[in-house]
Nanobody
């Protein structure tokens, strides 16, 4: 089975940055979409970013545009999510997920993803 592991969360002051990591041996095949989602208190699960297998097409939530970047290191079988200019609304449990790639993009709907890793907590103090 596909196994994912998210890491890199922690406590950061408003305006600070974090880099989250998602590692899985299946990344080297470049046939999986990788998505980042977060559970925010009172709001449930929401999409943050994703990167598509094959094409590398990426998606960013409106609130993340301009202050986040997703990247893929095939040699290390790892996808990174750089988070900058964090604010209290970014607080939540961040999880990575994967699905077999179809088409040219990646979905922002969490229900489209099949395999999920253990989340990492991001806490932003204001």
């Amino acid at each position: 089975d596909v196994q994912l592991q998210a890491s890199g969360g922690g406590l950061v002051q408003a305006g600070g940055s974090l880099r989250l990591s998602c590692a899985a041996p299946e990344f080297d095949g470049d046939v999986y979409d990788i998505g980042w989602f977060r559970r925010v208190p009172g709001k449930g699960r929401e999409a943050v970013s994703c990167i598509a297998g094959g094409t590398g097409t990426s998606f960013y939530a409106d609130s993340m545009k301009g202050r986040s970047a997703i990247s893929r290191d095939h040699a290390k079988n790892t996808v990174y999510l750089q988070l900058n200019n964090l604010n209290s609304e970014d607080t939540g449990v961040y999880s990575c997920a994967t699905r077999a790639h179809h088409g040219s993009g990646c979905p922002d709907d969490p229900d489209r993803y099949v395999y999920w890793g253990q989340g990492t907590l991001v806490t932003v103090s204001s």
